[in-house]
């Protein structure tokens, strides 16, 4: 009730200053008053709001910054984004002032979407209003984003000139700050080259610890890391002598780690890794094998609002389909075969397989936790109902698992957070208190009525059967 009274006061906060900066003026006859000051004393405005908006007086901002006590700069922001939502957006600042959607998120949301012509915002934000409750803050303007990307009709033109700028700098550290110690390096590449090379420097700096015995911060040993690539061979020699001293799987399921618990991560990770020459040995491979490789999705959402599709890399980040071609140059790309979930085959051991894990991620791209935007893809495969050897084969399926962190997985495991899918493929979660929450493939949706759905008083120690 404090947190509905508080969205309360923030929306009527929003409404008042927008209606104030439609009306407020100087007083009638100030600079007769003021007699030959009447040129310092002439009102400015500004065209705060956008296309169609009413100017607002420059002395609007010390106004509202007295009555609220807070600065002028403040003032003038809350002002533009009141103002703007109203007159871009009336359909999103209505919903403000029923409270279905936050105020801070709808003046945000209207600035996200002022670059496209309106009747594709008024379609965006239409979508992206019904959903947007279910998504944390960052989670909700992820979803923006993409909503974004299906009718931005210069996406790939915008994405094609970007790619176009792409370049590296380096300077020496005399001639940035004069500290002779120090070199700094700007570089504008692709998203996958930035991702990939992030996590080469990572993979590097964990080298430096594990076979150099370096033990400075994680920071300085990606700084280092930067070296180490910098010279091939040396690179090369060290990442052959950190993967000579890992053994390898053997099997295509999800390994252990020294706790007994599975280690998450890609699921390519899993597969059996001979010696292909870029690890051990001499490099003597075509240069084509070695190229990274680039998990795509091509995705066509049934409720998109727009009619183009966009291509989901590494299932975070977005880019027109037309872009596509330049961003992969010089990537393997694999064709995966498409996965038929309502079809996939049971398994009967308790740790699923990798194409298990891939179905289960493919259905879920967040954590199954409520109201959190956390990736998938490293999080535990739980079984709903928990597996019991006795209990026969089959009990591993795309229906009994979800992606969930390990924190709420011990949670659930000792019975204080509890779990069950309903006939929706909805999984509905029964806090400690009581409280439901119905989590699903695009979010969770809000508290359930608790006079419809009833509360649990008594703390149960173990899941509740389906």
């Known amino acids: 009730m404090a947190h509905l009274a508080e969205r309360r006061a923030r929306a009527t906060q929003v409404v008042l200053i927008a209606d104030l900066a439609e009306h ?19 009102e400015e405005v500004y065209p705060f709001g956008g296309p169609g908006a009413p100017h607002v007086s420059e002395f609007l901002a010390m106004e509202v910054a007295a009555l609220l006590r807070i600065s002028k700069a403040k003032a003038s922001v809350m002002i533009q ?12 600042f209505e919903k403000v002032e029923r409270l279905l959607v936050d105020a801070d998120r709808a003046v945000q949301a209207s600035y996200a979407v002022s670059d496209l012509p309106k009747p594709l915002a008024e379609a965006v934000i239409a979508r992206w209003s019904l959903i947007q409750e279910r998504y944390a803050w960052s989670g909700a303007f992820r979803k923006l984003d993409e909503l974004i990307a299906e009718v931005d009709p210069r996406r790939a033109e915008k994405e094609a000139e970007a790619l176009e700028r792409r370049g590296a700098k380096i ?55 930067f070296g180490v690539l910098s010279r091939p061979a040396y690179a090369l020699a060290l990442i052959q002598q950190g993967i000579n001293n890992v053994p390898q799987a053997e099997l295509p399921i999800e390994p252990l780690g020294d706790d007994g618990l599975p280690l998450h991560g890609s699921a390519e ?23 990274p490789k680039v998990e795509v999705q091509v995705v066509v959402e049934a409720d998109a609002v727009g009619s183009t ?82 209990h026969g084969p089959g009990q591993t399926n795309l ?18 957070w509890l779990i069950k899918m309903d006939d929706q493929g909805r999984a509905i979660w029964t806090s400690p208190l009581g409280y439901r929450y119905v989590v699903t493939r695009y979010g969770t949706e809000p508290l359930l009525s608790l006079h419809r759905y009833g509360r649990d008083y008594q703390r149960v120690r173990k899941p509740q059967a389906a």
């Open 24 to 42: 407020y003026i100087l007083p009638a006859g100030a600079e007769v008053v003021h007699g030959v000051m009447v040129d310092a004393l002439v």
């Open 81 to 92: 984004g009141a103002v703007h939502l109203k007159w871009q957006l009336p359909d999103l």
């Open 171 to 225: 300077f020496t550290s005399s001639d940035v700050l004069g500290l002779s110690a120090l070199g700094f390096i700007e570089a504008t590449v692709d998203v996958i080259d930035a991702k990939l090379f992030d996590a080469a420097l990572s993979q590097v700096a964990e080298l430096l610890k594990k076979v150099q015995g370096d033990d400075s911060s994680l920071e300085v040993r990606r700084a280092k890391a």
């Open 269 to 291: 990770g899993y597969l059996p890794a001979g010696c292909a020459g870029h690890v051990c040995g001499t490099i003597e491979v075509p240069l084509a094998r070695l190229q």
């Open 309 to 390: 599709g966009i291509a989901r890399i590494d299932d975070a980040v977005h880019v027109a389909v037309d872009t596509l071609g330049e961003v992969l140059d010089g990537k393997a790309v694999r064709l995966q075969p498409v996965i038929d979930l309502p079809r996939m085959p049971e398994e009967s051991q308790y740790r699923p397989s990798v194409a298990m894990r891939r179905a289960v991620l493919a259905r879920w791209r967040e954590e199954v936790a409520p109201f959190s935007s956390g990736r998938a893809i490293k999080k535990d495969l739980d079984h709903i109902l928990e597996w019991f050897k006795k």
């Open 399 to 416: 229906d009994n698992l979800v992606p969930i962190p390990r924190q709420l997985h011990r949670a659930k495991t000792c019975g204080l």
